[in-house]
């Protein structure tokens, strides 16, 4: 079952002053356009032509998630999405998740990847490697030596990389990719938001995603 059904689930139970409080407080209409907005502009402030997009308006996103969305023009990547994590009666938490176009169909297992950082050193752990494993998409990104300076010189935590799987993203006809335990709360959420450096090694892990989707049709 995924995340999003599991939540929907407990704001049933909850009720209506339940689902307010876990999702914005009281005014969600409110706080959900306060956070996209804060989103794209701070995309924006990083080179990035973002909007934000009503969800219900977009094709292939679950009714009534995620928590805000951005369209992305002119990149790789499509849209940004705010997402709820899993919550309980005091906590509020989010996490973004960068989503692609692509006609997935057949390319589950090719797509399907995780990305790891390689340190050595007991105390000062000196990220000297990254690499990537699952499908075929793995070693088109480990051979992109210009990905894997990226990678490094940010410092970047574990990665996944998923198609259109039941379970993991709301966003059907996309591969979406999201960096590890990068979830945050209400208050923190402006110091949250991807760097300039984080955002384009998305985009550019988005480009052989369509590379390779495009490759076969």
């Known amino acids: 079952m ?11 139970e909850m009720g209506e002053m339940g689902q307010k409080f ?8 409110r706080e959900r356009a306060e956070f996209t907005n804060e989103l794209c502009e701070h995309l924006r402030q990083i080179g990035v032509n973002a909007t934000a997009v009503d969800p219900r308006t977009v094709e292939g996103v679950e009714e009534s998630w995620p928590f805000g969305l951005a369209k992305v023009e002119d990149r790789n990547i499509n849209f940004v999405m705010i997402n ?3 919550v309980d009666d005091r ?6 998740t960068y989503h692609t176009r692509a006609n997935v169909e057949g390319l589950e297992k090719t797509l399907d990847v995780e990305g790891e950082p390689k340190k050595k050193g ?8 990254y690499q990537w494993k699952g499908g075929d998409l793995a070693q088109r990104l480990n051979a992109d030596a210009d990905l894997k300076n990226m990678l490094i010189t940010a410092r970047a935590g ?15 006809g996309t591969v979406v990719i999201r960096e590890g335990n990068q979830s945050w709360s209400w208050s923190l959420r402006k110091k949250s ?8 090694i998305y ?3 988005a480009n052989h995603i369509r590379s390779i989707a495009s490759s076969r049709s």
């Open 2 to 12: 995924s995340i999003f059904k599991k939540m929907a689930e407990k704001m049933g």
């Open 22 to 29: 876990v999702l914005g407080g009281g005014d969600t209409t």
């Open 84 to 86: 709820p994590d899993l």
């Open 91 to 96: 906590t509020r938490s989010y996490y973004c």
């Open 122 to 129: 007991f105390f000062s752990k000196e990220l000297v490697d």
């Open 158 to 172: 574990k990665i996944s990389v998923k198609p259109n799987v039941l379970g993991f993203t709301s966003f059907h």
């Open 193 to 200: 938001f991807p760097t300039r450096e984080a955002f384009n």
């Open 203 to 205: 985009d550019r892990i």
